[in-house]
């Protein structure tokens, strides 16, 4: 296992940022190095210790989706390995947890898709019969199976902010936001754009859902992020189909009526919940257990869906 990193300090390359986990390096005018670090954010909120080996588990999870999905959509892989890019003594710090990617301009929305009802979305169906205004069939079950997939966007939030559901209209006039400026010239149109992500979300979702299956995880829902080029092509960027950004259930303890045990971080905001703590920053200290455990489940994650060992 190796040593946690909650930031990297690479000297060697212009920092662009830090996100929730990962931080970002200019390569060049037309590149970015992503690192993935170990952090762990729950309920929007940054925590104070670092889940090992988490983003290796997420780098290794992803690079296989990007692989197996490339059919679908572009990607932003670049194939440059990143530790050819910073200085010899700090290869160590992207070893096994960072990508070199092309520099895209992402879309401002979350490209969310779901497979069941649950999580906000089962909050939503019980006040609503809904799921962000697309009408569902009635008694339906908590974590249900829906008739097909749906697509809800929502927007990408800012450390310390909260996603928010967005409809389609809304998802549209973000896209149209994107294509002003430099990419006017693509000829491409907002209601387009937002079409093409959602057709490319559910296609994607769809693909990797029946896959997991084999491997017995149930994928109950997750998010996508996408970029466009300046030839104004869609591409699949940021991560896909980790468990930070999905939903993943065993398929052997599966039933309607109850929220199913995860593979995701869904164990450590249960165990916040337990907390007298107002899911603002600072976060609270994780104990040693929650803190193993969580790393137990992002790894048989990654191996039960790639029949593979991170090491």
């Known amino acids: 296992m190796a040593t946690p990193l909650f930031e990297s300090s690479i000297k060697s390359l212009p920092l662009l940022g830090r996100g929730k986990v990962r931080d970002i390096y200019a390569v060049g005018e037309d590149k970015l190095l992503i690192v993935t670090s170990d952090r762990l954010s729950a309920f929007d909120v940054i925590l104070p210790d670092p889940?090992?080996?988490?983003?290796?588990?997420?780098?290794?999870?992803?690079?296989?989706?990007?692989?197996?999905?490339?059919?679908?959509?572009?990607?932003?892989?670049?194939?440059?390995?990143?530790?050819?890019?910073?200085?010899?003594?700090?290869?160590?710090?992207?070893?096994?947890?960072?990508?070199?990617?092309?520099?895209?301009?992402?879309?401002?929305?979350?490209?969310?898709?779901?497979?069941?009802?649950?999580?906000?979305?089962?909050?939503?169906?019980?006040?609503?019969?809904?799921?962000?205004?697309?009408?569902?069939?009635?008694?339906?079950?908590?974590?249900?199976?829906?008739?097909?997939?749906?697509?809800?966007?929502?927007?990408?939030?800012?450390?310390?902010?909260?996603?928010?559901?967005?409809?389609?209209?809304?998802?549209?006039?973000?896209?149209?936001?994107?294509?002003?400026?430099?990419?006017?010239?693509?000829?491409?149109?907002?209601?387009?754009?937002?079409?093409?992500?959602?057709?490319?979300?559910?296609?994607?979702?769809?693909?990797?859902?029946?896959?997991?299956?084999?491997?017995?995880?149930?994928?109950?829902?997750?998010?996508?992020?996408?970029?466009?080029?300046?030839?104004?092509?869609?591409h699949l960027i940021d991560e896909a189909l980790t468990p930070d950004s999905s939903r993943f259930w065993p398929a052997d303890s599966y039933q309607e009526g109850i929220s199913p045990p995860s593979f995701d971080k869904q164990y450590v905001r249960d165990y916040l919940e337990t907390l007298d703590w107002g899911k603002k920053a600072p976060g609270p200290r994780l104990p040693a257990e929650v803190i193993e455990r969580t790393a137990a489940k992002y790894r048989e994650a990654y191996e039960r869906l790639t029949g593979r060992t991170l090491d």
């Open 51 to 234: 889940i090992p080996d988490k983003g290796r588990v997420l780098t290794a999870t992803a690079l296989f989706w990007f692989d197996r999905l490339g059919h679908i959509v572009p990607n932003q892989l670049t194939g440059i390995d990143p530790e050819s890019v910073v200085a010899a003594d700090e290869r160590e710090q992207v070893r096994g947890r960072a990508l070199v990617v092309k520099r895209l301009t992402p879309l401002p929305i979350e490209a969310v898709v779901r497979g069941y009802v649950i999580g906000s979305g089962w909050n939503d169906y019980r006040a609503t019969g809904a799921i962000c205004g697309i009408a569902l069939p009635p008694g339906l079950k908590q974590a249900a199976k829906l008739p097909a997939p749906i697509f809800t966007p929502a927007t990408k939030a800012e450390a310390g902010d909260h996603d928010e559901n967005i409809s389609f209209e809304q998802a549209q006039a973000r896209c149209a936001e994107v294509l002003a400026g430099p990419l006017a010239g693509t000829g491409r149109n907002g209601a387009e754009l937002a079409a093409q992500a959602r057709d490319a979300a559910i296609a994607l979702y769809t693909e990797a859902a029946e896959y997991a299956a084999g491997r017995g995880i149930l994928i109950a829902d997750t998010k996508f992020e996408f970029g466009i080029d300046a030839a104004g092509t869609l």
